[in-house]
């Protein structure tokens, strides 16, 4: 019987237009930043990205953190040694870093992150945030923070 087919295509298409209409992923909001292009990822993924420029290009994408949707941010950065530390809602971080390896430019924008995790390995910077990311300020400061190291910049 045709009948349940079409009724489950019709179900799955209005879950489909409720879940875009509401912006799972915060796409609006990373697209309303200033210079903000929706590309592929240059990491090789099939997922959309989103590049931010405010001197180093930032890029945004959607991500899987403990099992649900979470906003990510990363930067290319020069060679630096590689650490993890979580950063909590105040911009306090919590861990032990190298010396140097928060940029001092950088370092402002901690209190307007939110909380999340900053991984730094051999070749990029990330910031993980704890949910999907919907605060155009809150994204700036993530952009501002991640384009310092990029920069290199109070090294």
């Known amino acids: 019987d045709p009948q349940p087919s079409k009724q489950a295509a019709h179900a799955a298409l209005i ?12 796409l609006t909001s990373l697209l309303s930043l200033p210079g903000a292009q929706l590309g592929p990822d240059p990491d090789g993924s099939t997922a959309r990205v989103v590049e931010v420029h405010t001197g180093s290009p930032v890029i945004f ?3 899987e953190g403990s099992g649900a949707v979470i906003t ?16 909590e809602q105040s911009g306090a971080v919590q861990g032990s870093l190298p010396p140097a390896s928060i940029p001092l430019s950088a370092a402002a ?8 995790e ?21 994204l700036m400061a993530g952009a501002r923070f991640l384009s310092a190291f990029g920069a290199g910049d109070g090294r």
Do not use: N
Request: proline content about 8%; cysteine-free; charged content about 25%.
């Open 118 to 138: 900053l991984v730094r390995d051999s070749r990029k910077v990330s910031f993980r945030w704890q949910e999907v990311v919907s605060d155009r300020d809150v």
């Open 109 to 116: 924008e901690l209190p307007r992150l939110g909380g999340g």
């Open 15 to 26: 879950a489909l237009a409720e879940m875009a209409a509401s912006d799972v992923f915060g």
């Open 61 to 63: 994408r959607p991500t």
């Open 72 to 87: 990510e941010a990363s930067a290319i950065a020069p060679p630096a040694q590689p650490f993890t530390a979580h950063i």
